[in-house]
């Protein structure tokens, strides 16, 4: 069965720093989220990407993050000079077709810290 | 602005006993609701939606639109039911992102 992947799986990284995280969706789907989720807190909303572009963004999605669909399979969340406060668990998730009918099929996250 | 509210945060039942897990929520327009699942160790996956009206698990969710609940029910709780619940809701106008509650986790005790 097609399963979401992310990578890393794990990132440290040093405050200030840029990181991109990588997500492969399922290959047929057409929309795209980022989800984040700091540690004992709930799941929270960034970003959905349709049809090449940002759909939606939350007001955590502020100028320093960004993404990117560059080939057709990856999808990329950049943090352009982390914080501390970015450390988080961020999920990647996908769905086949803009409907509540559809299922988000999530990735199994990457853990980002940042010291 | 839609809101999720799973009220217990930790949930422990006995093998074989009934688990209720609470969901409310506050939306606007239509809800679309869903639980989602986490196992140990494992990737948030869709466990049901209101809209199938289905079975999963044995677990079931009725929308109850009076009360603005969506209460996750299992009339005998499995080990293998211990993970952590989060109940959802879709936002059709935003590109059907999804609103999470805080999550409830349920022990299963032998």
């Known amino acids: 069965e097609p399963e979401v992947t992310q990578t890393p799986s794990h990132q440290v990284t040093q405050m200030g720093q840029e990181v991109i995280l990588r997500c492969v969706p399922i290959s047929n789907h057409l929309y795209f989220y980022w989800y984040r989720q700091i540690l004992g807190q709930k799941v929270e909303f960034l970003v959905s990407?349709?049809?090449?572009?940002?759909?939606?963004k939350s007001e955590i999605f502020d100028d320093q993050f960004s993404v990117e669909r560059p080939d057709g399979s990856n999808f990329t969340l950049k943090i352009r000079s982390t914080k501390l406060e970015d450390s988080a668990m961020y999920f990647c998730?996908?769905?086949?077709?803009?409907?509540?009918?559809?299922?988000?099929?999530f990735g199994p996250g990457t853990r980002l810290t940042v010291l | 602005a839609q809101r999720v509210t799973q009220p217990e945060k930790l949930l422990s039942v006995f093998k074989g006993a009934p688990v209720e897990l609470k969901c409310n929520y506050s939306?606007?327009?239509?809800?679309?609701l869903f639980w989602y699942v986490q196992y140990s160790r494992q990737r948030l996956q869709l466990l049901l939606r209101?809209?199938s009206r289905e079975s999963i698990k044995g677990f079931t969710a009725d929308l109850n639109k009076g009360e603005t609940s969506f209460h996750l029910k299992k009339p005998f709780a499995q080990e293998e039911d211990s993970a952590m619940y989060y109940c959802a809701l879709s936002d059709e106008g935003n590109d059907y992102k999804l609103s999470f509650g805080a999550g409830t986790t349920v022990t299963v005790r032998a």
């Open positions: 998730a996908s769905s086949g077709v803009g409907s509540s009918y559809n299922e988000q099929f």
């Open positions: 209101h809209i």
């Open positions: 939306y606007s327009g239509s809800p679309e």
């Open positions: 990407f349709y049809n090449n572009e940002i759909s939606e």
